[in-house]
């Protein structure tokens, strides 16, 4: 481990600090301290995070409640538990201007013999746009695997209250203190790509429900309420026969939001996240390398990407909605 030259403002416990690092939270003390780029540590809000324990009993509470698992359940054994705190650039972006697009439809009218012609025809179409969407993205460079983007969703569903970072002082964080990954990027660069994908949310919408888009004109304006919030994330590791398993579970709460188990692995997977694999995620810059035409979901899993989720009304009309629609974060 390489020597870090950084110490805590307030307590002046040393910090571990990578070139990328812009916010370091003090590990012990919890103060948000600056170490470069454009961030305020005023904007920066947290969501408390259950203790180890509660994850624990979330982990056999759920193993109890599930059919296959609790068949299993004697041969089951927790190895590790681990939690975090990472950060999410989240903010709103209002969207406004027009867009033409084409779609071909079948069009039937029946003759005076009383046979039906069909033929397909192309008809046009313009429509406004006036909203604001509200995105939640990651402030790292790199993203771990397993259950990332379900936590996101699960955030946008249950919207956990936030506190104020600055506002903690060192005995409440004491009670809540779990790692905090660094903050890789900054409000400068995170409202870019907020502006960005805020424009690509509008172009998927149209892209999937047109033949061909014509004229898009639309705009996004400044993201107002730009925060940084720190999420909590627990992963529960245990073993099964001669394998490692993982269940994640989001850290405000103690839902159960991905896993991989000893059963059927990608199904399981899918049904933790509620909405199945719904197409809720956006990459960074148009980076869509996805199973779905909407957003880049399979960016966020690889890890390759950073990606976004659009909340609320980003989402109406989309699929996702089957599950109700998504709270606005
Ligand atoms: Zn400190």
Redesign the pocket.
């Given at each position: 481990m390489e020597e870090s030259t950084f110490?805590?403002?307030?307590?002046?416990?040393p910090?571990e600090v990578s070139p990328e690092t812009i916010i370091a939270v003090?590990?012990?003390?919890?103060?948000p301290?600056h170490i470069s780029g454009n961030i305020k540590t005023e904007n920066i809000h947290i969501i408390p995070s259950l203790d180890k324990n509660a994850i624990a009993q979330s982990f056999w509470k759920r193993v109890e409640k599930d059919f296959d698992l609790r068949r299993i359940k004697d041969d089951i054994e927790i190895v590790d538990i681990e939690g975090h705190y990472a950060p999410y650039w989240a903010g709103k972006v209002h969207v406004e201007g027009t867009v033409k697009y084409m779609k071909r439809e079948e069009e039937c009218h029946t003759d005076s013999k009383g046979n039906t012609h069909c033929h397909t025809v192309e008809r046009h179409y313009t429509e406004g746009v006036n909203e604001n969407l509200s995105l939640l993205g990651s402030a790292r460079r790199q993203i771990k695997s397993l259950g990332v983007e379900d936590t996101i969703k699960h955030f946008s569903k249950s919207r956990p209250e936030e506190t104020k970072l600055l506002n903690l002082d060192?005995e409440r964080w004491g009670k809540i203190k779990l790692e905090i990954l660094n903050t890789e990027m900054d409000e400068l660069h995170a409202k870019l790509m907020m502006r960005e994908d805020a424009v690509d949310v509008i172009r998927n919408r149209f892209l999937a429900k047109s033949d061909r888009i014509e004229r898009f004109d639309i705009h996004a304006s400044e993201p107002e309420d730009v925060r940084l919030l720190l999420l909590p994330m627990w992963v529960v590791y245990y073993k099964y026969g001669n394998s490692i398993f993982q269940t994640v579970f989001a850290g405000w709460d103690g839902k159960a939001v991905a896993s991989t188990e000893p059963m059927n692995l990608f199904r399981r997977a899918e049904y933790l996240a509620g909405t199945g694999v719904g197409a809720l995620i956006a990459a960074f810059g148009g980076a869509f390398i996805s199973v779905s035409p909407i957003f880049g979901i399979l960016a966020m899993v690889g890890g390759a990407a950073l990606g976004w989720v659009a909340g609320g009304k980003a989402l109406k009309g989309q699929r996702v909605e089957r599950e109700g629609s998504l709270g606005v974060i």
């Open positions: 110490r805590c403002e307030r307590c002046g416990a910090l003090c590990p012990y003390c919890g103060f301290n060192e």
